[in-house]
Structures are given as C-alpha cells and as structure tokens.
C-alpha cells in the first residue's frame, strides 16, 4: 500500500531555532496536509495543500507541495515552546477519501 | 469553522459493557466521517470510513461485530466497541471531511476518546 516517509521521526531543539521536516512518497498525491497532535489531543489541521509547487504560510509556519507530487515540507521558524508535539504529513491520492500518514515527527524544545 | 466534537473523552469500563463515542461535526454538514484508532507513540490506524445513511466500510483487519459505526446524520457518527476487553483500550479519534472546503478529502479531527477497559 501507499506509505509517507516522516523525516525526522525526532528533533531537539533550542527556543528560537528554526525547524524542517518532510515527508517522501513512491506514490503521487493530490492533496498535502500538516497537522500538529498534542499529547491526550486530536491533530490539528495546519496547512492544506491542493496544487503542486504550492508554498503556503500560516504564521510562523511554511510548508509547500512538491513539484514531483510525492513530497512536501513543514518549516517553523523561530520556534516557541507552544511548538512541541507530534507533526504529522499525510496525503490524499486522487479518486480516494482515505488519509495517507506519515510516521510523525516529535518536536521537542529546549527553553 | 470545520469543529469536531467528540463525547466522551474519556472513559472506563469493565471487561464485557459496551461503550459508545459519539463524533459530531458542529459548523458543517459531513457527508464522510472516519474512525481511527492510536497507540503510544504511533500514527493513527484507519479503522473504518462511514458515509451517512449507508453502511461503514472498514478496513482490513478491523472486526465489524466488534466495532459497530452508525452514521445517522449529517452531523453525527458513533462508534460502538462491544463486549470491551483490556486489548481494546486505546485512544479513539473521529474526523470529518467538509464539502465546502476546497478539498472535500480534507478531514478536521475530533479531540479523541480516551478507552480504557479494565
């Protein structure tokens, strides 16, 4: 089946540093999406990408849809420490409803 | 815009009862709901996609007398888990996609359920 290859699986980091993680695929996607999962919570949508070569902002955050259709990236800058938890790429193949999930990236923050 | 809701978070119950989630979509009308299921430190399992007024399609491996999903409404989907057993403790998450958003496949999540069966 369809697999999302999460990179990092984790980082520890300084406050104020900036942050990149990815996701590769075998497989060609239509739709791009980012959540954040906080420990005890359901994940949060971030960004939500459509079109290849997309390059959304949401504050701090940017992530883009890659040109081939099998990546995408996740950049935070100037991390806070409201910023850690578990990211998580996950994509959405033509003609199918289902989610495709990375493996999550675990974000840590040292004050 | 785009709330889940789900009811309740948590919850603890013997070995044998039946519990039931509820997931409501709370500004928007969702055609598709999803159930999934987490482990510790896992990504989320697929367990079954629900569509309202049909019947849920489950994934591989997934026992449909054991998890039961009703999708009466537009805005609300429960998952049943029967005749709990300690191997069914987890955390229990619902999405819902929204057909006015610019991909209708975007699915919003749920806070999760928290299940423990002792």
């Known amino acids: 089946g369809q697999q999302l290859n999460q990179s990092p699986q984790s980082m520890f980091i300084q406050e104020g540093e900036d942050v990149s993680m990815n996701c590769t695929s075998s497989s060609i996607f239509n739709t791009w999406l980012w959540y954040k999962q906080d420990p005890g919570e359901g994940p949060v949508l971030l960004i939500a990408l459509y079109k290849a070569g997309e390059l959304t902002s949401n504050g701090r955050l940017t992530a883009q849809f890659g040109i081939t259709r099998k990546d995408s990236f996740l950049n935070i800058s100037a991390s806070i420490p409201s910023d850690v938890g578990i990211y998580f790429c996950?994509?959405?193949?033509?003609?199918?409803?289902?989610?495709?999930f990375g493996q999550g990236t675990r974000l840590t923050i040292n004050p | 815009g785009a709330v889940v809701s789900q009811h309740p978070s948590w919850v603890i119950c013997k070995s044998g009862t039946s519990v039931k989630i509820e997931c409501r979509s709370l500004d928007f009308q969702a055609t598709t709901m999803f159930w999934y299921r987490q482990f510790p430190k896992q990504s989320l399992m697929l367990m079954a996609t629900?569509?309202?007024?049909?019947?849920?399609?489950?994934e591989q491996g997934v026992e449909k007398d054991k998890f039961l999903i009703n999708h009466a409404s537009l805005t609300l989907s429960t998952l049943t888990v029967t005749s709990a057993h300690p191997e069914d403790s987890s955390f229990y998450i619902c999405?819902?996609?929204?057909?006015?958003?610019?991909?209708?496949?975007?699915?919003?999540f749920g806070p999760g359920t928290r299940l423990t069966v002792l």
């Open positions: 629900s569509n309202e007024g049909s019947k849920a399609t489950y």
């Open positions: 999405s819902a996609s929204d057909p006015s958003s610019p991909s209708t496949d975007t699915q919003y």
């Open positions: 996950a994509g959405i193949i033509q003609g199918a409803q289902k989610l495709v």
